[in-house]
């Protein structure tokens, strides 16, 4: 049987919790199940404490965090990058108030942080992340802490997105002369789509490669001239032909390949969908987990401190507390 004295209750942990093992115990709560937190402690530590214990540690620091995001103005110095990236997406988390509610993510990375694994992959060094459940008006007003202070780069700043109404309008109201990318292999799903329908199972593969190389070498006007080249025979053929014409119309700016591939610049949104699994679904979307929006904010936190390479500002923080 654990010594009591080695034993953090709920009740005793704040007074008891010296500066290095709270920032131990919030580190184990950010990184996995408060149940499995408490095995960690025990097993690594030589700590006996249990899921309450690590909750509210975490917890009350993940609010902490926030203040302290805000404050410090939390970034990675990019001035002298040549390009600096940033993508956003939405992914869903599962709340006790509003069921399935989405999480703004963005991620903020320079050129020089990407290293090709393969031919195929790229890992990325380092890069910010915010994270924000709830609107995208709070979220724009973030992320605009971060990405004013790369502004001034025109073209060189670059985001590449899905292609959701409301990060256009955005981008184009705050950075309007900054590079807008829509992902490739989105622009590649939606053109899928349709060709599947009017191209035989057995060619579609070949058709959609081809489309994929002339889409990269000669632009978006050369893919439209072929779909409309293709036989659209039925009603459903002809309705989806003409929702995809008016998605490639209204992008048409956004997707001249050619000429982002020239100027060596990313094409697909990858990092940001890396991300989502990194930051948000690898801790917050295990099985039977479901978090009240404060407590998943909260979180968020301090897995965007974490991921983006900060944790030692909350280290800083508790030893000023001390």
Request: charged share 25%; net charge neutral; hydrophobic share 35%.
């Amino acid at each position: 049987m654990a010594s009591n004295k080695n034993k953090l209750l709920p009740s005793d942990f704040f007074s008891k919790s010296s500066p290095l093992l709270t920032e131990k115990l919030v580190y184990i709560g950010q990184l996995d199940t408060y149940e499995q937190g408490a095995d960690i402690a025990s097993r690594l530590l030589g700590i006996e404490t249990n899921d309450t214990c690590i909750y509210r540690l975490t917890d009350s620091f993940g609010e902490k965090c926030g203040d302290w995001l805000e404050e410090d103005g939390l970034r990675t110095a990019l001035e002298g990058e040549e390009v600096v990236y940033v993508q956003v997406d939405g992914s869903m988390v599962l709340t006790r108030e509003e069921s399935w509610k989405e999480v703004k993510l963005g991620r903020i990375f320079g050129g020089s942080a990407i290293h090709e694994e393969n031919k195929n992959r790229n890992w990325l060094k380092n890069s910010d992340y915010v994270a924000h459940l709830g609107g995208h008006r709070v979220f724009e007003e973030q992320m605009s802490e971060i990405i004013d202070h790369y502004a001034g780069k025109g073209d060189g700043l670059v985001f590449i997105n899905d292609g959701a109404r409301w990060q256009w309008n955005w981008i184009t109201a705050e950075y309007p002369l900054a590079t807008q990318i829509l992902d490739f292999y989105h622009a590649m799903e939606h053109i899928g789509k349709y060709m599947g329908l009017v191209v035989a199972r057995t060619e579609l593969s070949i058709r959609m490669e081809s489309i994929g190389k002339l889409l990269k070498e000669q632009g978006a006007d050369a893919v439209l001239k072929v779909i409309q080249e293709v036989g659209c025979r039925t009603k459903t053929q002809k309705a989806e032909r003409s929702k995809l014409e008016k998605y490639i119309t209204n992008n048409k700016e956004r997707m001249d390949y050619p000429s982002y591939i020239e100027r060596g610049l990313l094409i697909g949104s990858g990092a940001i969908e890396s991300a989502h699994r990194t930051v948000i679904q690898r801790r917050m979307k295990l099985a039977g987990q479901r978090w009240s929006k404060q407590g998943a904010q909260r979180m968020l936190n301090l897995r965007t401190l974490n991921m983006g390479g900060y944790w030692d500002r909350l280290v800083s923080h508790l030893k000023i507390a001390a």
